[in-house]
């Protein structure tokens, strides 16, 4: 892809030149990435905000950025990292066929709905800021809490706020993320990483290595909204009252 049509794609998605009133939820697919990536701040007493670092990016991202709603997510493909030698010190996760991962509600502010493709690779241009803000309220599958359970984890269920700023830098293969999480009802994606460098990392604080995604295929399938229980007694009460105002019409 040409730099300039990058660089459009890439302001045409997060950066600040996009109006905060629109709203999407978003997904990612990737027919191959790689890189190396090194995590930071989650271990610093306030695991909501952490960093993430990017560098020897090569590959390509397509994102989606759908209208807020509820959707049921699907996913299928591949995903290695390396984040030292020994037990623990490799996640190599591969679904073979599409799989459900999450049910529930997305939404975000700072993003327009469409599809957007990244390469990355080669230089840019120059430097681009960007920033949104994502949310989230469902239940993730048995199959993300088979690989959730050994951090602790036994709610499916979790809500909660996630910013990110950062910047893609202009020789293309280099990057960097901030995330903020707030409004959690879980453990929020800080305190999981938290507790899985505890785990298996020794607990030092920092997770680095290299990463390689293939074959990432994610869709999402909107679904209507399942009522809450307050609202399904309203309805209940609203029901009840029009058979009783029957009753009192024929009478």
């Not at 290299?210 to 994610?218: D, K, M, Q």
């Not at 609203?238 to 009192?248: F, N, P, V």
Request: glycine share 14%.
């Amino acid at each position: 892809m040409h730099k300039k049509s990058l660089l459009a794609v890439i302001f045409a998605v997060s950066l600040t030149s996009i109006s905060a009133s629109s709203v999407a939820a978003i997904i990612a697919s990737s027919s191959n990435m790689t890189g190396d990536v090194e995590v930071t701040g989650f271990a610093d007493g306030s695991p909501t905000t952490f960093s993430a670092s990017f560098e020897n990016l090569s590959g390509s991202l397509n994102l989606l950025a759908m209208e807020n709603g509820f959707y049921n997510v699907y996913g299928q493909g591949s995903a290695n990292f390396v984040g030292h030698a020994g037990p623990g010190g490799t996640i190599d996760v591969t679904v073979p066929s599409s799989t459900l991962l999450y049910s529930g509600f997305l939404g975000s502010s700072g993003l327009t709905p469409g599809s957007y493709d990244f390469t990355f690779g080669s230089s840019i241009g120059a430097d681009i800021n960007f920033g949104f803000t994502l949310d989230y309220d469902g239940v993730v599958s048995p199959l993300v809490m088979s690989f959730m359970a050994p951090f602790g984890f036994v709610d499916p269920e979790g809500s909660g706020q996630l910013t990110v700023t950062g910047t893609f830098f202009a020789d293309g293969t280099s990057a960097l993320f901030n995330f903020s999480e707030s409004a959690l009802t879980w453990t929020g994606i800080g305190g999981t990483l938290l507790a899985g460098d505890t785990l298996l990392g020794g607990g030092d604080g920092v997770i680095n290595g290299p990463f390689e995604l293939a074959n990432i295929v994610a869709t999402a399938e909107a679904v209507t909204a399942i009522p809450e229980p307050a609202t399904l007694a309203l309805v209940g009460l609203g029901i009840l009252g029009m058979g009783a105002a029957q009753r009192r019409r024929k009478n």
